[in-house]
């Protein structure tokens, strides 16, 4: 069972709310995503980071920010909320790959989700 | 244009009956192709991980076919429980980096019925 954890699960507030989703894991993978998904879409990469002080814009631009100052912690934060930033949001990690290890994989670990309404 | 299409969108079927679900992609080069079953308010759980030279995986009740010459990939799903009322996503990674780009489908919306 993966050791992923969002906070909060459930989230309304008014438009221009600075609001910030919270994203740790106790499995000390480097590598951590956000992935926003929107009822029947496919997931879309808004940031990832590498590793401490490491972050990078995904797919998907997004007007949220991130930082990773601890490699457990990676939390987004939106400075003025709107009602288009209504969504799921999806915190992941992965571990890197060390030397030639044929075992790893990359699998993708997910957090339960925050959902995000914008009034 | 890298793409994963899934079929179908949705699916409904009975307590205690087969399904498979199938997903086709042109991800290019290919790293590995996942599924994952997510349930609705929940985050996606990885269900199988096949790479270029697995056929097929089994995980309990489900089992995963890769066909990499035709790029096609299946779920088959045995005797269905209520439990198994998610959506299931297709996964694939290229090997165009370290990080191993990830191309998610849209998901199939299966609904067991009792």
């Known amino acids: 069972e993966a050791d992923i954890y969002q906070t909060p699960r459930y989230l309304v507030i008014g438009t221009g709310k600075k609001i910030t989703l919270e994203c740790s894991q106790t499995?000390?993978?480097?590598?951590m995503y956000w992935y926003q998904q929107d009822p029947g879409m496919e997931l879309h990469l808004i940031h990832y980071?590498?590793?401490?002080?490491?972050?990078e814009k995904g797919d998907l631009s997004s007007e949220s920010t991130v930082s990773r100052i601890r490699t457990e912690h990676f939390p987004l934060t939106l400075e003025s909320a709107r009602p288009s930033h209504t969504s799921q949001y999806l915190c992941a990690s992965s571990e890197s790959m060390r030397g030639t290890s044929s075992k790893w994989t990359g699998e993708l670990f997910f957090g339960e989700g925050s959902r995000l309404t914008v009034l | 244009k890298n793409q994963v299409e899934q079929s179908p969108q949705s699916l409904i079927i009975l307590e205690g009956k087969n399904c498979t679900l199938q997903?086709?992609?042109?991800?290019?080069?290919?790293?590995?192709l996942r599924w994952y079953k997510q349930d609705t308010g929940r985050g996606p759980v990885s269900l199988t991980i096949m790479t270029f030279s697995e056929n097929t995986k089994s995980n309990g009740r489900y089992t995963a076919t890769l066909d990499a010459d035709t790029k096609q990939s299946s779920l088959h799903i045995t005797a269905s429980q209520l439990s198994d009322s998610a959506s299931y996503i297709c996964?694939?990674?290229?090997?165009?980096?370290?990080?191993?780009?990830?191309?998610f489908g849209r998901g199939t919306q299966l609904t067991v019925w009792p």
């Open positions: 997903c086709n992609y042109t991800v290019s080069p290919f790293s590995n």
């Open positions: 996964v694939v990674s290229d090997r165009g980096s370290t990080l191993g780009r990830l191309y």
């Open positions: 980071s590498y590793g401490v002080n490491s972050t």
């Open positions: 499995m000390g993978h480097d590598k």
